[in-house]
Nanobody, 123 residues
Framework: QVQLVESGGGLVQAGGSLRLSCAAS????????VGWFRQAPGKEREFVAG????????YYVDSVKGRFTISRDNAKNTVYLQMNSLKPEDTAVYYC????????????????WGQGTQVTVSS
C-alpha cells in the first residue's frame, strides 16, 4: 500500500505560482500512475492533472492547460504540480492519488489518496 503526503499549498495572489509536492512511501512507486485532483467548497472533486508511470505522458483538465505542469521524480518517490498564473477559481484543497492503471482519470480509478493541501488564491 502506498501512502501519500502532499505539501506546498498556501495563500498566493492571483497571477502567482505555487509548486505542490506529493511524496510517496512504499516500494515500486514507478509502477503507479499519479493524479492530482482538487475540491473547492460546495463542489465535487475534479481531476486536474495526471502522469503515467515513467512520466512519458501527461494529462490536464482544460482549465489548467498552459498554466499547470505535472512531473515526477521516481528516484525521489515524488510527483510535483507546478502551478503558474493562478486564478481565484483555482482555490481548493488539492489531493494526489495513485493507481496501477486508469481508464478515465476519474476519482474511482484511484485507490490511495493523500490528506490534501489547501491552495488559496486571492484576487
Amino acid at each position: 500500500q502506498v501512502q501519500l503526503v502532499e505539501s506546498g499549498g498556501g495563500l498566493v495572489q492571483a497571477g502567482g505560482s505555487l509548486r505542490l509536492s506529493c511524496a510517496a512511501s512504499g516500494r515500486a512507486f514507478s509502477s503507479y500512475m499519479v493524479g492530482w485532483f482538487r475540491q473547492a467548497p460546495g463542489k465535487e472533486r475534479e481531476f486536474v492533472a495526471g502522469i503515467t508511470w515513467s512520466g512519458g505522458s501527461t494529462y490536464y483538465v482544460d482549465s489548467v492547460k498552459g498554466r499547470f505542469t505535472i512531473s515526477r521524480d521516481n528516484a525521489k518517490n515524488t510527483v510535483y504540480l507546478q502551478m503558474n498564473s493562478l486564478k481565484p477559481e483555482d482555490t481548493a484543497v488539492y489531493y494526489c492519488a495513485v493507481a496501477r492503471n486508469v481508464r478515465s482519470w476519474g476519482s474511482d480509478d484511484f485507490g490511495s489518496w493523500g490528506q490534501g493541501t489547501q491552495v488559496t488564491v486571492s484576487s
